[in-house]
């Protein structure tokens, strides 16, 4: 689970492990360290001091990008006329936003962002597609499934945006840029690898675009790629995020929740969220404009994240709104944090997204496993999720109709003294769309029943 | 001399910390990485080791194999070595029974084997040389009974 981890064992070397330790979980490729201590080496005396420097042989971090592989780079990416920038997370690990925008801007390049990566592209501009993968939208995962050229950018082609792996994206070219050397290659052997920070070898990406266009103003013309342009927009016509906004009496539409609770806050609220289907809803349709407003455990699937990194996200950032988007089963994990978050004063808002079912496993075997519904049913109503908020000194709330939504909301966002938790009814029939099944081919996406008839 | 099986031949400087060994030996059995032999000892610096790996090529791509050892905070240095062109050795010790015959020492000189220790009930017997001519070795010495047999893994090394 860990990049690297150290075991004391003389307490004379306390300084330098701890010192180590930061380095390497703060450079290259970001990850979590440990340090065992154990117990004698914990009692024993030391003097402490630290050293000038960390003395590491075997740690390499990547910097600047080969100007060879930028070169080969930047002709895929001028000659292309289907590209796709395919973003993750790296790109927000690297403080590489800027650069991202900076390539957009010169390159009218579409852009798709994972689901560590959401809000390292504001998606309110027009060239982001939304989250591709699994749960993202159709726009995203076809645009992937006809490009000619993919251009990943601090991604991994996971399986959860690859789909079947030999189906995937099987018109493209690929370049792909990456700190970590291990990942490239890994999944899909690119055209072009570029092992390199991110924000460096975005920077020179851009710096190699403009040199281009000196050369000759007709590389990269915006009319390269207006076909290109012209079917996207047609498929974002076609097939938007899509729900049915009329639902049966006592439960409010999940979808609705979110897209609420994105109105009612201000534009830099951090949103966290567990793992299931409220955290797709949240990645879904929230509207994310900014870089690290959300918080989510990713490949990881840690559910009960939600409670504990919200209460984190609130310590580090406490001049902006916390919401945690939770489910009911994922906040039964960790919501004894909340008597922390009570007794530190730390007013984060939760805002659980109860069906009374491990929501995402049902929908699973609601749609592969012929119904039969297994260690899925929670109840709605035990624990008490009021009650209990209550009792941990945070304010609860219940909404089970559509208009009592907003106004729960904007109660909550007025609390700044304690925390807050609002219990959504949601009826456990509704489903994550798009979906694209587990092992099959993106092509094979399936979008919500009542988009398909339209 | 070719070998009979495909393999990649990695040699790797290490940190000489306690460790390193199950953090290399980790890596493989997490990634499902077949280790044919493996064979360790410092060098002439003493805070550094050297590890002489050898990795069933069928079982793990030569890339990954190297970027994933890349990543290991301890690991220094990789280096791949060409099977066909390297220089490779590894020492062999058997334990084989005494019938005290001609034709069993006249199979270990054949062999460039060595007897180093003899009793009446038997004789041990090194040789080092190329990983295949021990295994011919090997072959040639089962008809007369192996009792014990201990391989070190190979060790190899290009001119730089």
């Known amino acids: ?454 | 001399m070719t070998d009979t099986y495909p393999h990649h031949l990695f040699s790797l400087r290490v940190e000489n910390k306690s460790g390193v060994l199950v953090r290399v030996a980790g890596l493989f059995a997490r990634r499902g990485f077949n280790i044919v032999s493996l064979a360790v000892a410092p060098t002439d610096d003493e805070r550094f080791s050297r590890m002489s790996l050898v990795v069933d090529a069928e079982s793990a791509p030569l890339h990954q194999v190297r970027d994933q050892l890349d990543k290991l905070v301890n690991v220094v240095e990789i280096t791949e070595i060409e099977p066909s062109t390297a220089y490779q050795v590894e020492l062999a010790l058997l334990s084989v029974k005494n019938d005290s015959s001609r034709s069993l020492f006249d199979v270990i000189s054949a062999h460039g084997g060595a007897v180093v220790d003899e009793c009446p009930s038997s004789v041990v017997v090194k040789l080092d040389a190329h990983p295949n001519e021990i295994d011919a070795f090997i072959r040639a010495l089962e008809p007369f009974g192996i009792i014990d047999l201990q391989r070190t893994g190979r060790i190899t090394m290009t001119p730089s």
């Open chain 1, 1 to 454: 689970m860990t990049k690297h981890n150290w075991l004391v064992t003389d307490a004379e070397d306390i300084p330098r492990i701890v010192q180590e330790a930061f380095y390497v979980a703060t450079t290259g490729r970001p990850g979590p360290v440990l340090i065992d201590f154990p117990k004698d080496i914990a009692n024993a005396q030391m003097t402490w001091h630290f050293d000038d420097e960390v003395d590491l042989p075997g740690y390499k971090v990547l910097g600047a990008p080969d100007p060879a592989a930028i070169k080969a780079a930047v002709e895929l990416l001028r000659d292309a006329r289907r590209p796709v920038l395919y973003v993750g997370g790296g790109v927000l690990k690297a403080d590489a936003t800027t650069a991202l925008r900076q390539l957009v801007e010169e390159t009218n390049i579409p852009v798709v962002t994972t689901l560590m990566a959401r809000g390292a592209f504001p998606d309110s501009d027009s060239h982001c597609l939304g989250m591709p993968g699994m749960h993202g939208t159709y726009t995203a995962v076809t645009a992937m499934q006809r490009a000619d050229l993919l251009v990943a950018l601090g991604s991994r082609f996971d399986d959860r945006v690859t789909g079947k792996v030999s189906a995937f994206a099987p018109f493209a070219k690929v370049v792909h840029l990456d700190i970590d050397k291990a990942e490239i290659g890994k999944v899909r052997r690119p055209d072009v690898p570029i092992a390199a920070d991110c924000r460096l070898g975005i920077e020179a990406l851009v710096a190699a675009v403009v040199e281009q266009r000196q050369r000759n103003a007709s590389f990269f013309s915006r009319e390269r790629l207006s076909e290109w342009w012209a079917e996207l927009d047609s498929w974002r016509e076609q097939f938007p995020l899509f729900y049915e906004e009329e639902g049966e009496p006592g439960f409010v539409k999940p979808q609705y929740v979110i897209e609420q609770l994105r109105d009612a806050t201000p534009d830099d609220t951090i949103l966290v969220a567990g793992v299931g289907q409220h955290q797709m809803w949240a990645a879904q349709h929230w509207r994310f404009e900014h870089p690290r407003t959300w918080v989510n455990s990713g490949g990881l699937g840690t559910m009960g994240f939600a409670v504990p990194a919200a209460l984190g996200a609130k310590v580090g950032r406490p001049e902006q709104m916390v919401w945690a988007v939770d489910g009911d089963g994922c906040f039964q994990m960790t919501a004894q944090e909340l008597i922390t978050a009570t007794v530190e004063r730390i007013p984060v808002k939760i805002a659980i997204l109860n069906n009374s079912y491990l929501g995402m496993v049902r929908q699973w075997q609601h749609m592969f496993y012929e119904e039969r519904y297994s260690e899925v049913y929670l109840s709605p109503d035990v624990p008490n999720y009021v009650g209990w908020a209550e009792s941990m000194g945070c304010v609860g709330i219940r909404v089970s109709a559509p208009e009592e939504v907003r106004p729960a909301i904007e109660k909550a966002n007025a609390v700044d003294d304690r925390p807050v938790v609002i219990d959504f009814r949601i009826d456990a029939k509704e489903h994550v769309f798009p979906m694209v099944a587990a092992g099959a081919s993106n092509d094979d996406i399936v979008v919500h029943p009542k988009l398909a008839q339209r």
